[in-house]
Every structure is written in C-alpha cells, then in structure tokens.
C-alpha cells in the first residue's frame, strides 16, 4: 500500500530507500483519509473500495495543483465519503482545483461549487451549484423528464429460491443466514470491510465455506466453483466488472453468450444466428451505447460494461440473481 501510495516520489537518497519514513508518511495520509488500512498491507489483498481509498490517498499525498477525481464515492461507505469531502474541502481551500466527475447527484450537490452537464458526449449546460436542483440535473443528463425516478413496481412473493444458514468462512464472516423468495429483493448493506462481498462470492463458490448450507429452490446444494453454482440456478454480478466480469478482449454479444454456449449450441456447434439476435435483443433492453453487439467490450464506457455484465447474467435465466454494487458508474437515466 505504502510503496503505490508513493509510486514515483519514493523517499530516499541514491539508490537507497527510505522504507521506514515511506511507510510513516503513508499511514499519516490513510488515518487522514479515515481508512483503516495497514500501509505494508499488499494492494492485492485489499477489497475494491479500499484500493479505490489508496488510490485517492496516492493523490492526496502528491499534493496536486488540479486534481482529477472519475467516480471516487462509487465503492465508498457514507463515513468514507464523509471523510474524502472533509479533505476535499481542505485541498479547495488550500487552492487546489478540483475536477470531481460523478453519477451521484447527492455528492455533486455537497461537493460542488460549479456544475457542468454532459450528454452523449457534448456539453449540455454550465450553473453555480446554488441555481440547479437535483431534479434539473436529471432533465438535463437524461434529455427528458424523469417524474419517478426509481419507481417501485410490485411483484407477487412466491415461495422461498435461496437459503443461507450460518455460513461462514472461517476467517471474513460467520453465522449468515438470510432468504430470498421469488420476486423479492434482499438487501445487504453493510461498513465497507464488514463482509458483504465475501458472502456473495462464497454464494457463488469463488471463495470456501466452512460452515453452513445453501439451498436452491428447495434443494440443499454442494457449490465449491463457480460453474456448480451457475448450474444450480445462481447468477453473480461482480463489485470488480473488469477485473471480474467481462472478458476485455470480446465482443458484447460473445461476452453475453458466455455462460449460455451449451444452451446456444447444436451438436456442438454454436448457432451464430441464435447467438447474434440474443445479443441485439439484450443491447436493445439496456441501452447499451453504441448499439453493436460485435464492438469490443472493454472500449465501452463503464457504465456500458456493466450492462452487458447485467445482460450476461439474465441471460442464463437464474433462479437467484446476486448483484454486488450493480449500479456503480451507471447513470441515473440507466438506473431508473
């Protein structure tokens, strides 16, 4: 953590390093952050919202004149947010220009002096803070009134599609039991670091339990990867899409085919006509931009990857759909 903290501007004399005051200086800069994170901790090792915090702390640390900041809340707890606004403030303050991009029109309401709208790519309107609401924001991101923003359907609750009793890994949580029924939609919330992530991945046989049961549909299931938890009817969108969930290198429509190739195959062989109007079908659902199922994936924007993340996974028709932060660099006209 210390050394990518202070990548480039490591403290030492020739060849020699510093690695004692580096590691001192990288603690201070966290503990100012509010991040409770060990600075000899390996990145690797941390969870995505707290390489997102080193990530800004190795900002903060170089004392910028103009900082730009691309979604920093978007894998923050309130309290971490709190504490990044704190410092924010403290660097305008200081007179450092501040570039703060984001999709949470809370933040940029808190954050913001001066607010400028973007709409596919062109620049839609500049106002002080003080002479925009949140609802002007969304008409003009969107292009259109949005009267509810999230509007709440209904949905018959059925009978009970999965069950977690006392799950534990031994390590990163213990005794978790929850239920899910058919047509509901469970919440787990949570401080970041309190397990919400390891839980999901467990669900989905990406990490090991060593204690407790998961059931589907009923059926007690033995899940210890993850293609035994896709065929017992278990689907996982991932915190870290790209380290996680696409494959860069594909297109959309190969990426959203991915887990379904048994199902769009014929003695062996794939049906390219099934498999190119499932992909049209689901870019047309999600929006997804541009609208070309053969245009690779990772020159998406993120947001768009994360669509086709989403589109991948209802496309193996689950019984049970687990998101982890399905929304995270997804703009509020694709939210709603």
């Known amino acids: 953590v210390a050394e990518n903290v202070y990548l480039g501007r490591m403290p030492g004399k020739w060849t020699f390093l510093r690695k004692g005051e580096m590691v001192r200086k990288a603690g201070a800069v966290l503990a100012e952050l509010g991040a409770a994170i060990n600075p000899r901790e390996r990145l690797g090792n941390l969870s995505i919202s707290q390489q997102q915090l080193v990530e800004i702390a190795k900002a903060y640390a170089a004392q910028p004149r103009i900082i730009v900041l691309d979604e920093p809340t978007s894998s923050l707890s309130e309290h971490e947010t709190t504490a990044l606004f704190r410092i924010l403030r403290k660097m305008r303050d200081d007179g450092i220009a501040i570039i703060y991009i984001s999709h949470r029109l809370k933040d940029v309401l808190e954050i913001a002096d001066e607010v400028t709208v973007l709409r596919d790519g062109s620049m839609i309107e500049t106002r002080p803070i003080e002479g925009i609401t949140a609802a002007q924001m969304i008409r003009l991101m969107v292009g259109r009134e949005v009267s509810n923003v999230f509007p709440k359907s209904q949905a018959e609750i059925g009978k009970s599609v999965l069950r ?9 949580f213990r005794n978790v039991s929850f239920e899910v029924r058919a047509g509901e939609i ?23 339990l060593v ?6 549909n009923g059926r007690e299931v033995s899940i210890n990867s993850p293609s035994q938890a896709v065929k017992a009817g278990i689907a996982y969108v991932p915190e870290d899409r790209k380290g996680d969930g696409i494959v860069p290198g594909m297109s959309i429509r190969e990426n959203i ?6 199902r769009l195959s014929r003695f062996g062989r794939i049906r390219r006509s099934a498999d190119r109007a499932l992909a049209a ?6 929006s997804i931009s541009p609208p070309d199922g053969e245009r690779r994936i990772n020159l998406l924007s993120g947001g768009n990857q994360q669509k086709a993340v989403i589109a991948k996974w209802l496309a193996a028709r689950p019984s049970a759909l687990i998101l982890d932060e399905p929304t995270r660099g997804v703009d509020v006209g694709a939210k709603a």
């Open 211 to 216: 204690e407790g049961t998961v059931s589907v």
């Open 281 to 286: 079908d689901y870019v047309k659902q999600f």
């Open 164 to 172: 977690v009793e006392r799950i534990s890994d031994g390590t990163r």
């Open 257 to 262: 085919s991915l887990p379904i190739l048994r």
């Open 186 to 208: 469970l919440g787990l919330t949570g401080m970041v670091g309190a397990g919400r992530t390891e839980v999901a991945r467990a669900i989905f046989g990406l990490s090991r």
